[in-house]
């Protein structure tokens, strides 16, 4: 077992790998940048090194400023969580030529995955659907409407690199592909460092369902059920839950199969998501595949009854996947809120400042993954999302009365919150009846204006 974890992020996702550490018995080194010194992943864990000023170009995307920090503190592995640099394939490397265990999967399955061109072509060679699209990365203008002529309008242009919403837009014409095809790549380098983009056709109000992949260094791989990410605006999710309302056992097993096969085609390990694109009739097509720990992960943590972040470090350390994972099976259902500092009233502008009071909700069934607290600045250079709210029970019914009663009373002021917004769906009634697909945010966000 590792020594000592570096965790190359930051906010809950770093209190959460601190959290696993500290179960395994793994001293912890916190990195920041200058505006995190107050975050409590700073506070939590055992050594903390700040890597520099706020810009995530100058902090947790700086390579060699994480490695030097590693080697300071004499870790022995690098946990990336998600996001900055997860899916970093050079990263990788550039761990394992230090002498440092990078937890995740190997770098050249970050680099056949990550990308989400030759992702596509892995999955067609796996026998998965694909949807149509482009055979590569479309360089030009030319070439954007030469394909999406072909295949038809409407397209998506997405980034081949990262993940996120960002580097994605809909195009319905030629003249919204001229531009979207632009700020697309505009916004990809941007964010990622990669403005290379390629084509598919877009579904119209598909389900967006994403399965849960598990491998270890010894080849065996396994698939832990769907989560439904439908519940999205601007291709950034809200609210996600598992298993789908949409799912039917034959369907999942069938998609389930898929995800393994197309993970044991590029010799995966570690913790990965397939995601899919699913229609009314139970077709699926192949997105992408994120290579690292989700954000959402916790409400299959909850419906599977497994810790997929300790199971990370166990599986880097060289194990064998555990007994608990292989053989485990959906016991209850489980819905997450993404809580963003952002005003619903203002299309979701975020909303930095301080925090006066935070009171989180609790009792059964109630899990609240945060690094926010009374008092907390929450910097404007980053991610809005300040807390995940996940409740489980028995059914899909109780599931929901529960997150309804939570969020009532959650309890947060000096900022604005997605809260009452997220209150609004649960009490819809197609929500209720699990009658939803992409385009439910923007038409529920319609019939309030």
Do not use: W
């Not at 030319?142 to 295949?151: H, Q, S, V």
């Not at 980034?159 to 592909?177: H, N, P, Q, S």
């Not at 964010?191 to 260094?217: L, R």
């Not at 009233?345 to 059964?364: K, W």
């Amino acid at each position: 077992m590792f020594k000592k974890i570096l965790i190359a992020n930051r906010g809950e996702i770093a209190l959460r790998i601190i959290r696993a550490c500290k179960e395994l018995g793994i001293q912890t080194v916190a990195v920041y940048s200058e505006p995190d010194i107050e975050s409590l992943h700073v506070q939590l864990a055992d050594e903390a090194i700040c890597i520099g000023k706020a810009p995530s170009s100058e902090s947790y995307l700086k390579i060699d400023r994480i490695i030097s920090a590693a080697e300071i503190a004499d870790a022995d592995a690098i946990h990336p969580g998600y996001g900055f640099l997860a899916e970093n394939a050079h990263f990788a490397d550039v761990c394992a030529s230090c002498n440092i265990k990078f937890i995740g999967p190997p770098a050249n399955a970050i680099r056949l995955m990550g990308d989400k061109n030759s992702a596509r072509e892995c999955a067609r060679k796996a026998g998965v659907p694909v949807s149509p699209g482009s055979d590569g990365t479309v360089d030009t203008e030319a070439e954007a409407l030469k394909i999406a002529k072909k295949i038809g309008f409407p397209v998506m242009i997405k980034a081949v690199a990262g993940g996120g919403g960002r580097g994605m837009r809909i195009a319905t014409d030629e003249a919204t592909l001229i531009n979207g095809y632009h700020s697309a790549r505009h916004e990809a380098e941007k964010a990622f460092g990669n403005a290379a983009v390629y084509i598919e056709k877009f579904i119209v109000n598909p389900h967006h369902i994403e399965f849960q992949v598990f491998g270890d260094e010894h080849g065996r791989i396994v698939h832990l059920g769907e989560r439904d990410c439908s519940l999205q605006r601007r291709n950034q999710k809200i609210v996600e839950e598992c298993p789908s309302p949409l799912m039917r056992q034959e369907l999942r097993d069938i998609m389930g199969n898929a995800s393994i096969r197309l993970a044991e085609t590029v010799g995966y390990a570690n913790a990965g998501t397939m995601e899919f694109l699913v229609d009314d009739d139970g077709n699926f097509y192949f997105m992408e595949m994120n290579t690292r720990i989700q954000v959402e992960h916790p409400i299959t943590e909850e419906v599977y009854g497994c810790d997929l972040v300790k199971q990370q470090i166990q599986v880097a350390t060289g194990e064998h996947l555990s007994e608990h994972v292989i053989n485990a099976k959906p016991r209850h259902h489980a819905i997450e809120c993404r809580i963003n500092a952002e005003d619903p009233e203002r299309n979701f502008m975020p909303c930095p400042g301080l925090i006066e009071l935070y009171y989180a909700p609790g009792g059964r069934g109630v899990r609240i993954d945060s690094h926010a607290y009374a008092g907390y600045p929450i910097p404007p250079n980053y991610d809005s999302m300040i807390a995940k709210v996940i409740t489980t029970a028995s059914t899909r019914k109780a599931c929901i009365a529960r997150m309804s009663r939570s969020l009532n009373e959650y309890m947060i002021t000096g900022v604005k919150t997605t809260i009452p917004f997220q209150q609004q769906i649960m009490q819809n009634a197609d929500f209720l009846a699990g009658k939803y697909n992409t385009g439910f945010v923007e038409k529920l966000l319609q019939a309030g204006r």
